[in-house]
């Protein structure tokens, strides 16, 4: 039997504290095609865990050294990557440091929660984060805002 | 790029009622090699969405219908399959028919949470139903038991 299942990747998004304060999560400009905003993350490799996987992304790509708090989702729609059908296990780490750009990242930033809105996102990032600001996975219709109000 | 990742499952925790009482989880004796005892589930396909894989497989796997609750937790050490790398993304859902075996599985059973420790299981499926029964997925330390009490 040959077996063929979709590509998986492990994406992070990754809030960063500055002596104990919330200041946003990270955002790269994307230096490979499809060119634009994204979470950072990558391809996992045979061999690896998700967690493990999830942690080289981040030190690779911007550069820091997360803590991963829980498994956001899986998002796995067959037209979310425009290459090839890829699977992204999203989880929600922190940092207590800001971001260096490296690897598959032009350049980072660190954006608050109110001016996520303001982005534009490739793949569906933009949905991905629209779950984490309702604070329930894959779940858009439960408005629990509490999260977002206490932070920013 | 020659993007090469591992292969990814869908595996369910299959809660099964009859006139609104829990019966149990529904577990399989595999007809295909390792052979024992385990979770259905299967192989993802390219195109398909990991909810309507997991959907199929507890279709063609145990006639079942199910309704998902939630993700449990990616499964995803190097060695959980003997075959090869596989991660396997492990849903909680329910059913209120009994299952009928099918495709890879050769028997099926409904067994309750208070007897599961009997028995052996292939793959790292006694931890992932360790999991299920803590109520905390991927961190077994969390005694939250309450769930498995207010059951059997």
């Known amino acids: 039997m040959a077996i063929e299942t979709p590509f998986i990747t492990a994406d992070g998004i990754v809030e960063i504290y500055s002596e104990g304060k919330f200041q946003g999560i990270v955002l790269i400009d994307r230096l ?3 060119h634009g905003t ?3 993350g990558g391809f996992m490799d045979i061999g690896e865990t998700i967690e493990a996987c999830l942690k080289r992304e981040m030190s690779e790509e911007i550069g820091l050294d997360v803590e991963i708090i829980k498994l956001l989702g899986l998002y796995s729609d067959p037209d979310r990557d425009p290459r090839f059908h890829t699977v992204s296990a999203v989880y929600v780490c922190r940092a207590e440091k800001f971001p260096t750009a490296g690897d598959d990242a032009k350049s980072t930033k ?3 929660l109110n001016a996520l809105e303001g982005e534009s996102f490739v793949f569906d990032h ?4 629209a779950d984490y600001l309702m604070g329930i996975p894959n779940n858009p219709s439960h408005p629990q805002k509490e999260e977002k109000e206490m932070r920013s």
């Open 126 to 129: 933009g949905k991905i984060i």
């Open 38 to 40: 994204a979470l950072p």
């Open 32 to 34: 490979n095609p499809p």
């Open 110 to 112: 660190v954006v608050p």
